[in-house]
C-alpha cells in the first residue's frame, strides 16, 4: 500500500451494508454493526415451514435475518409483502437478493458506513470514490465524490454513478 493511502471496504457476504470495517497501512482493524432488537424477530424465526433462517451475530447481538429459498426461487410481491407485515417500518429495512431475503437495522446501509468510517478518518467524503454493482451500493455512490457501476450492474445503479466499468481489470 502507498504510504498515506487509506484503504476501506463495506463488508458483507452479499452486499446487505450491515457490516463497516476499515483497515490501514498499520493493520488496524475496526468494525461496526447495527443491532436487530424486538418482538418481531421470533416471528420471523418461525417461518422455518418457507425459508432456511440464518442468523447473523456479532457476540450477543443480531444484526442481520437472511432468509433463503430454495436454489433459483425467487420471493414474489406477495411473500414479501406477507413478511413486510412481521417487521417494524421504522427499525428495519428488507429488500431481496435473488433466492434471499436479507433484514437488516434501517441504520445499515453503505452510504451511513462510508459517513461513520470518513468521520472517524477525518477525511470528506466528497473525496472518496465507491465501487458496486448492486442496488445497495447507491446510497454509497450519493456519498462519495464518484461512484463506479462494476460491470455486469443493473440499469438502476449505472443511472446513479459517475463512471460504468464495462470490463473488469482482471478481464484485460
Known amino acids: 500500500m502507498l504510504p498515506g493511502l487509506i484503504f476501506f471496504s463495506l463488508k458483507g457476504r452479499d452486499g446487505g451494508g450491515q457490516e463497516y470495517f476499515f483497515g490501514m497501512e498499520n493493520g488496524r482493524k475496526q468494525e461496526f454493526f447495527c443491532a436487530l432488537k424486538g418482538s418481531w424477530i421470533s416471528a420471523v424465526e418461525g417461518l422455518t415451514d418457507r425459508c432456511r433462517i440464518y442468523r447473523y451475530q456479532h457476540g450477543d447481538e443480531l444484526y442481520k435475518l437472511t432468509l433463503a429459498k430454495p436454489h433459483r426461487l425467487s420471493w414474489s410481491e406477495d411473500d414479501l409483502s406477507a413478511i413486510s407485515k412481521l417487521l417494524p417500518s421504522d427499525a428495519v429495512r428488507c429488500f431481496a437478493e435473488g ?51 462494476a460491470p455486469g450492474s443493473g440499469d438502476n445503479v449505472k443511472a446513479q454513478a459517475d463512471l460504468v466499468m464495462v470490463s473488469a481489470p482482471s478481464e484485460h
Not at 112 to 120: F, M, Q, T
Not at 140 to 148: A, L, N, Q, S, V
Open 99 to 149: 433466492n434471499c431475503l436479507q433484514i437488516v437495522s434501517i441504520n445499515a446501509d453503505k452510504g451511513k458506513g462510508v459517513c461513520h468510517i470518513c468521520e472517524l478518518l477525518g477525511i470528506d467524503s466528497a473525496e472518496t470514490e465507491a465501487v458496486g454493482n448492486s442496488d445497495e451500493d447507491i446510497p454509497m455512490f450519493r456519498i462519495c465524490g464518484y461512484g463506479i457501476a
